[in-house]
C-alpha cells in the first residue's frame, strides 16, 4: 500500500495524526458496485422479492463487489420484517483460500457497547443507578474529585465525558507511528482498572458534558459501575441479563484469546506498517473489555437489534433515555449523526436507522436498523485499515469504502422500499471507521 522505502511510509504515515484525531467518518459517495467473480453464498427465509423486500440477487452481487474492491471477505445479515438473507463473498483464510461462510463468528468491537448501556439502563429501571448522577458518587476512586462531581452517567454513555481514551496509554508504540505494541500485548491481560487510569491520566478531550468524543474509557468505566451496583463480574452480569435475555446463542465475551467457533482470520494493515496484513483472530480482547470484547455473528446482532429496539429488553422509559442523542459533528460543524447512549442514528435516503459500528485489530463490524426493527443490515468484514495515506497525510478514498457503502444501502434502501424523509439525507453509511485509530488516532473499537 506504501512505498518500500520506511522513511516515506513514516512521513506519511505521521501526517494522519492531527487528520484522523480530528475526523468523524470517512464520508464516501455510494459508487457503482462492480461485478465481481466470486459468487456470494447465501441462504434466505421467507418470500421472494417483494415491493420493498429483499431482492437476494442484488444483494449477492453487491456484497460480492466489496471483495471485487479489495477485501479479503465479508458476510452479511439483511432483514426486511420476516425475510431473512444471509450472505459471504470472499475468503476467510488468504493462506489456504477458504471461502468466507455466511454467519461465522466475529469480533464486534464497539457494538458491545449497545450491550453494555442495555446492562446499565437495567439499573437504571430498577433505581439502583441514576443516570443524572456523578459517577463520583459510584466509583469515587476512580473517577476522583471535581471530575467525578461533574461527569454523570449519562456522559459516560453518550460520549461527552471528557474523558481521554486509553487506548495510546495500552498501545504506546502506535504514538511513534509502530505497530510493535499490538504483537508484545497479543496475550497482555489488562485489568479494568488499568485502562480507566490510563484513560483518565490521558489529555481530557473537553469539559464535561461540553460536546461529543469518542472514547472507549466511557465504556471500561460503564462497566465498573455495573459490578459496582451488581457485585458481578460485569461481563457475567452482561452474558445473562442481556444476551441470555435477548436469547442469542453466537454472542458472549471470549474467555481465552481464542474464538470458540467457526470464524474467519481477521487481518490488520495498519495503512500500511503492516504489509502484508497480519492475522490478529487470536488476540486477549482484555484491552476491550464492556467496551468491545464481544464475540457474535450477523444473525445474533439483528435478533440484538429487534428485540432492542422494539421494547423486549428494556422497559419504554429507559429504551427513550437510550435513544435520546447528543449531536455528532465533523469539522465543519454540520451534524453528521446522533448518538444515544451506546447506540446512535443515522439518517439515510429511506429513513432513520439505529445501530452501532466496531472495530478492532483486524476486524470490522456495522449494524444498523429501522426504528422498528422490520429493515436490518449486519455487515462484519475481515480487513482492517487498508486505506492509503496520501502525500498531504490523509486518508485516500478507497474502492473498499465506496462498495461497502454501496452494499449498505442496497440492503437498507433499495429502490422503492419504504418512505423517503421529508429533507435530504447524505447517502453515507459509516462503515469504515478510519478515525478508530489515533496517532494514526488510537484504536476505537
Known amino acids: 500500500m ?43 427465509e421467507g418470500a421472494a422479492t417483494a415491493p420493498g423486500g429483499l431482492d437476494r440477487e442484488a444483494l449477492g452481487a453487491s456484497l460480492d463487489a466489496v471483495h471485487a474492491a479489495g477485501m479479503y471477505g465479508a458476510n452479511a445479515a439483511v432483514r426486511d420484517g420476516g425475510q431473512r438473507w444471509l450472505g459471504a463473498t470472499g475468503v476467510a483464510d488468504t493462506g489456504t483460500g477458504r471461502p468466507m461462510r455466511p454467519n ?30 456523578p459517577i463520583g458518587r459510584y466509583l469515587p476512586e476512580t473517577v476522583p474529585g471535581e471530575r467525578g462531581q461533574a461527569i454523570t452517567v449519562r456522559m459516560l454513555l453518550n460520549h461527552t465525558s471528557g474523558i481521554g481514551d486509553y487506548v495510546l496509554g495500552a498501545f504506546p508504540s502506535l504514538g511513534q507511528m509502530s505497530t510493535k505494541s499490538l504483537d508484545d500485548n497479543r496475550f497482555h491481560h489488562f485489568r479494568p482498572e488499568e485502562l480507566a487510569r490510563l484513560g483518565m491520566e490521558a489529555a481530557p478531550t473537553g469539559r464535561p458534558g461540553e460536546r461529543w468524543s469518542y472514547s472507549n474509557t466511557n465504556y471500561v468505566v460503564a462497566g465498573m459501575l455495573i459490578q459496582k451496583v451488581t457485585g458481578e463480574d460485569p461481563e457475567d452480569y452482561i452474558t445473562h441479563a ?80 437510550m435513544q435520546t442523542t447528543v449531536p455528532v459533528r465533523d469539522d ?22 439505529w445501530g452501532h459500528d466496531g472495530a478492532v485489530f483486524g476486524a470490522g463490524t456495522s449494524v444498523l436498523s429501522s426504528a422498528d426493527g422490520r429493515r436490518q443490515l449486519a455487515l462484519t468484514y475481515n480487513l482492517m485499515k487498508y486505506q492509503k495515506v496520501g502525500a498531504d497525510g490523509k486518508l485516500e478514498p478507497s474502492p473498499i469504502d465506496a462498495a461497502l457503502n454501496t452494499f449498505a444501502l442496497q440492503a437498507l434502501c433499495p429502490a422503492g422500499a419504504g418512505e423517503r424523509p421529508s429533507r435530504p439525507a447524505a447517502p453515507v ?10 496517532p494514526i488516532a488510537a484504536p476505537r473499537h
Not at 14 to 43: C, E
Not at 252 to 269: C, D, L, Q, T, V
Not at 333 to 352: E, F, K, Q, W
Open 429 to 438: 453509511v459509516p462503515l469504515p471507521r478510519t478515525q478508530d485509530l489515533a
Open 2 to 44: 506504501f512505498s518500500s522505502r520506511p522513511d516515506r511510509r513514516r512521513a506519511r504515515v505521521a501526517g494522519t495524526t492531527a487528520a484522523l484525531a480530528a475526523a468523524l467518518l470517512a464520508t464516501v459517495l455510494p459508487a457503482q458496485a462492480a461485478p465481481s467473480p466470486t459468487p456470494a453464498a447465501f441462504a434466505s
Open 242 to 321: 442481556v444476551i441470555r435475555k435477548a436469547g442469542l446463542r453466537d454472542t458472549y465475551f471470549p474467555r481465552s484469546p481464542r474464538i470458540a467457533g467457526p470464524h474467519s482470520k481477521m487481518y490488520e494493515s495498519y495503512y500500511g506498517l503492516i504489509d502484508p496484513p497480519r492475522d490478529y483472530s487470536v488476540y486477549n480482547m482484555s484491552w476491550a473489555g464492556t467496551a468491545g470484547a464481544l464475540v457474535s455473528t450477523t444473525a445474533d446482532l439483528d435478533d440484538f437489534y429487534r428485540k432492542l429496539l422494539r421494547g423486549q429488553l428494556l422497559p419504554a422509559a429507559q429504551l427513550h433515555e
Open 332 to 353: 465543519n460543524g454540520t451534524t453528521v449523526m446522533n448518538y444515544g447512549l451506546g447506540i446512535y442514528a443515522l439518517d439515510l435516503p429511506c429513513g432513520r436507522f
Open 104 to 133: 461465522l463468528q466475529h469480533r464486534v468491537g464497539s457494538v458491545t457497547k449497545a450491550f453494555t448501556s442495555v446492562a446499565v439502563l437495567q439499573q437504571v429501571a430498577r433505581g439502583r443507578i441514576d443516570l443524572d448522577a
